[in-house]
């Protein structure tokens, strides 16, 4: 990934997780590479999940295949902040 669109990935990851989980700011804020979201975060249901997936992909222009999602990919914000990066260089 390009070094200089780590910052903006990871901030428009923070930003949904905490508009579509209504999350504070200072809590996502808080989030770093190993913090776990999903089963963690009793806001990130299965139904959150589907929004926040539509909501990265809105945001960073991306498109996300039912396939493409695991449990991997939600285990901690930086899996989920690896994920987009990745789906955004493509």
Wanted: glycine share 6%.
């Amino acid at each position: 990934m390009v070094p200089e669109q780590k910052p903006e990935i990871d901030t428009t990851v923070r930003a949904v997780l905490r508009d579509v989980l209504g999350l504070s700011a200072e809590r996502a804020a808080a989030f770093d590479a190993t913090t776990p979201l999903f089963g963690a975060l009793p806001e990130l249901d299965s139904m959150a999940v589907a929004g926040v997936l539509t909501e990265l992909e809105d945001r960073l222009g991306i498109l996300i295949e039912d396939d493409e999602v695991d449990g991997e990919m939600l285990e901690t914000f930086g899996a989920l902040t690896t994920f987009a990066s990745n789906k955004a260089l493509m």
